[in-house]
């Protein structure tokens, strides 16, 4: 069974910086994105981040934009930088892949119906 774990979450003062990893049990073949999602307590989960492993474009939400960036190495393990923290950045943090075809709407908006494999999540804080 295709599986993807994330780790690198953890507590930060705002300013500050994480690095998410997000691997990849099995091979990415039938795999074209790899995106980031977070979801904050009484929130719907949000979109903030997709990369095409093979083409190596890249997607932001508005929020997130300049500040986080999303990268991919060898097509097994995917990251998420996040500099200049915000205490809106607290949230659980999910890795998702798809083999969905390629598309130019993730820059407007990265829908969690498109994609149907996902992590378990990790937890990032940031404190003001």
């Known amino acids: 069974q295709v599986q993807l774990m994330e780790s690198g979450g953890g507590s930060v003062q705002a300013g500050g910086a994480l690095r998410l990893s997000c691997a990849f049990s099995e091979s990415t073949y039938n795999t074209n994105y790899m995106a980031w999602f977070r979801q904050a307590p009484g929130k719907q989960r949000e979109g903030i981040a997709a990369?095409?492993?093979?083409?190596?474009?890249t997607y932001y939400a508005d929020s997130v934009k300049g500040r986080f960036t999303i990268s991919n190495d060898n097509a097994k393990n995917t990251y998420l930088q996040m500099n200049s923290l915000k205490p809106a950045d607290t949230a659980v943090y999910y890795c998702a892949a798809t083999p969905g075809p390629a598309t130019e709407r993730y820059a407007l908006v990265i829908p969690p119906t498109d994609f149907s494999i996902w992590g378990r999540g990790t937890q990032v804080t940031v404190s003001s």
């Open positions: 990369i095409h492993i093979r083409v190596g474009d």
